[in-house]
Structure formats: structure tokens, C-alpha cells
């Protein structure tokens, strides 16, 4: 089959059996280690173990914002096919990252991704208790980082100047939110929903209210970082962030944007969230329709060189889709075809289907300015997670993870 030439509904038939053997082998190889990013042979090893070592007393380090990834990838393949040995592997994760439960200042505003694709995905799928325990231990740690004056969720832990701040910007991380947080506040709305309880909804929408306010610009571009005076909550800057510089657009946070707001308007109804979702999606296509639907690192990078993000793709994807469900056919066909349109352009020119190697979308960039390269234009777990999303979701055959 052509499959530059074939329909969309046979790009995805094809996509969905190639994806279930590469799963199925991955599945097979990985088990309950959690992968990051592949080595030189194009395999996965295991990132507590190899991404910094061992801690001084012996304990590995599982609480990398990404580790949430290959569980929920679990999860969504256990909902497709049933299939036990992805529901065992899921479950030895989330166990591992138990631990970081009693330890809350291992964690950031990320303790979103961990446990919503983890645990949470874990207690919606089969009702586990213990699952549901760690889920609501997560989202009251994620809550406990709300500035009352600022109305936000504080982003990363660590003393007011760090090596972070220097390489982001400067100034004081306590006061600190950032973009990607909005795909972690689902988490305080599942534990309002599973607990009749308003208190962490509240928490998640006056952020989301924040981020509207000081994130999203009038073009439908995004900050990375927005930083205020953590003791008054006065706005103070906008630092340059994970994309090219002050002022830019980087794509990954365009992408959170995107589905973030989505999600904000699922789990509200607030009209307002779902126009800016809407906002944010037109600058995300318009850009990336003149670049072959593939997306730039930063949509207001250099022209040379040109550095991709597949990892922005994948989740921008989805947060179309996620549109598509909240508005009237006409607009449901117009967010569908640009998420095929992007999802086919970077399996085109990214995808790596053999079975024998790990992870599937290549292309993925952790910020643009890498200093080494070793995380430009890389295989990346959450691009992969994103692109099975996306890819069950058209089936109809995906698990509700957020």
C-alpha cells in the first residue's frame, strides 16, 4: 500500500496493526523497568538506572517527570487489546513509584503526569483501591504547591536560585509557573469528581484562570515560564524557557496549551477554556501547515538549522481531537483532519515500526537549546505515548487517562 496516497482510514487501519506488534514486543522487553529515551543499539534502558545513577542511600530515582509515560502507554494498550501482560507490566510501575509518595519533596507539579497515567489510569480501568489511594495522595501533594496570592500551582522544586533558574532565565523559582502544568491539574479534577469534594477543582481552575491571564498571549502563542513574586504574587517576567528565547513560542508548550485547555473545558464546561484551546490550535496549525505539518522546535526559531519536535506533534494532536469532541461536526472534521494530517506527516518521516528495536516516533527535542545533542531530535517516551493516544482514540479504542 502507498501509503502517502492511501486513505486516512487506511493509514490508520495499517498504523494499528504495526502498532500492536511493536507493542506487544516492547511489552515483552521492558516490563516494569521505565524507559526514557533509547540507546545506541535502539534500545531502552531503564532511567532510574542509567539517567543519574543511584541515590547516596542506595535507592534508585524514579521521579523523573516522565515516568508516568510507559505505564499510561500500558494502560491505553491493555484497554485496546486486553491483553494481561501489559496490565501486569503497568501495575510494576506504579509500584515503584509509590515510593515516591512518602517522600513529596521528590516531586513537582509534574506528579500530574506520574499518576495520572499510572495510577489513576489503574483505578479507572479496574476499580483498584490501592490505586485510587495513590492517586488521591498525588493529587493532595499537587494541591499543596497552590500560591494563595498568585493563584497558581508553583512548578519546580529547589532554592530560590539553582542551576535551573541560570539555564531558563534567572530569578526566583518559588514563584514560578509554567505551561505544562496544565496538563497536571487533571489530576485535582478527578480528585474533586472522585470525591464530591470542590477544594482541588477550585485549585485547578483559578490556575488555569492564571494561565489564561499571563501565559497565553492575543496570538494564541504561549509563555514557557511566567514568573511572579512568590510572597504577594505580582507579576514580575516571563523567562525564556525550554524554546528559543524570551518571547518565542516553543512548541511543546503551544502543545500543553492546546490539550491542556481542552481538558480544563471537559472537566468545567467553562466556554473560556475551550476558546483558548481553540486559540492556541489555530496558531499551532497555522504553523505547522506551512512546515509540511511537521513541528519546529520553537515556532519562532532561526531558519537554520531546522530543529523538530515530534514529542509537540503528537501532543498537539491530541489536544485536537480532545477539541473535536466538545464542538459541531463541521469543526469536529476541521480539528480531525489536522490532527491526521500532522500524525501521518511525522509517522512519514519519523516512525520507526521494527519490532526488534524500542520506542516508535523518533524526532523528539527536549529543548532547543541542547548543548550536546544528545536530546535533539531523539526517541522520547512521551512522543510515543501521545502518538498511541492519538491513534486510539480515532480507533475508539482508547482509556480516558486525564
Known amino acids: 500500500m502507498d501509503m502517502q496516497?492511501?486513505?486516512?482510514?487506511?493509514?490508520?487501519d495499517s498504523v494499528y496493526e504495526k502498532l500492536l506488534v511493536k507493542m506487544k514486543a516492547e511489552c515483552g522487553r521492558v516490563g516494569s523497568n521505565i524507559p526514557y529515551t533509547t540507546n545506541k543499539d535502539g534500545m531502552y534502558d531503564d532511567i532510574t538506572e542509567t539517567r543519574w545513577?543511584?541515590?547516596p542511600d542506595g535507592g534508585a530515582h524514579v521521579g523523573f517527570w516522565t515516568n508516568g509515560f510507559w505505564p499510561g502507554m500500558l494502560w491505553q494498550m491493555y484497554e485496546a487489546t486486553g491483553d494481561e501482560e501489559?496490565?501486569?507490566?503497568?501495575?510494576?510501575?506504579e509500584e515503584r513509584l509509590d515510593a515516591l509518595l512518602k517522600s513529596p519533596e521528590s516531586v513537582d507539579h509534574d506528579v500530574g503526569f506520574l499518576f495520572l497515567l499510572s495510577s489513576v489510569a489503574h483505578y479507572r480501568k479496574t476499580g483498584d483501591q490501592e490505586a485510587r489511594r495513590r492517586g488521591l495522595m498525588a493529587a493532595a501533594t499537587?494541591?499543596?504547591r497552590y500560591n494563595l496570592d498568585g493563584k497558581f500551582i508553583r512548578a519546580w522544586n529547589g532554592p530560590r536560585q539553582n542551576k535551573m533558574t541560570e539555564m531558563l532565565g534567572g530569578g526566583d523559582i518559588r514563584g514560578w509557573m509554567i505551561i505544562d502544568c496544565m496538563m497536571n491539574i487533571p489530576l485535582l479534577y478527578w480528585a474533586s469528581e472522585e470525591l464530591d469534594d470542590p477544594r482541588f477543582a477550585k485549585?485547578?481552575?483559578?490556575?488555569?484562570?492564571?494561565?489564561q491571564q499571563y501565559i497565553v498571549r492575543p496570538d494564541g502563542s504561549c509563555n514557557h515560564i511566567v514568573a511572579f513574586e512568590p510572597d504577594t504574587g505580582e507579576y514580575l517576567t516571563n523567562p525564556g524557557g525550554q524554546g528559543y528565547k524570551q518571547g518565542?513560542?516553543?512548541s511543546r508548550g503551544q502543545s500543553w496549551a492546546v490539550y491542556g485547555f481542552a481538558l480544563s473545558y471537559r472537566h468545567t464546561k467553562d466556554e473560556s477554556f475551550l476558546n483558548t484551546?481553540?486559540?492556541?490550535?489555530?496558531?499551532?496549525?497555522s504553523n505547522m501547515a506551512v512546515c509540511d505539518w511537521l513541528p519546529l522546535v520553537d515556532y519562532r526559531q532561526p531558519a537554520e538549522p531546522v530543529k523538530y519536535d515530534t514529542t509537540a506533534a503528537m501532543c498537539t494532536a491530541c489536544g485536537l481531537l480532545e477539541i473535536a469532541q466538545h464542538v459541531d461536526e463541521n469543526e469536529a472534521r476541521?480539528?480531525?483532519e489536522a490532527a491526521y494530517r500532522i500524525l501521518r506527516a511525522c509517522d512519514a518521516k519519523f516512525a520507526n515500526w521494527d519490532p526488534e528495536k524500542d520506542s516508535i516516533m523518533n524526532g523528539g527535542t527536549f529543548f532547543y537549546h541542547d548543548p550536546d545533542g544528545t536530546n535533539t531530535e531523539v526517541p522520547i517516551i512521551y512522543g510515543d505515548y501521545f502518538f498511541i493516544e492519538a491513534i486510539l482514540r480515532l480507533k475508539g479504542k482508547d482509556l480516558f487517562e486525564w
Open 5 to 12: 496516497k492511501c486513505s486516512n482510514q487506511e493509514w490508520l
Open 53 to 55: 545513577g543511584k541515590t
Open 86 to 93: 501489559y496490565k501486569t507490566a503497568a501495575v510494576g510501575v
Open 142 to 144: 499537587l494541591a499543596a
Open 203 to 211: 485549585i485547578a481552575v483559578n490556575h488555569a484562570k492564571t494561565a
Open 248 to 250: 518565542s513560542s516553543w
Open 277 to 285: 484551546a481553540k486559540q492556541c490550535a489555530h496558531y499551532c496549525i
Open 334 to 336: 476541521f480539528y480531525t
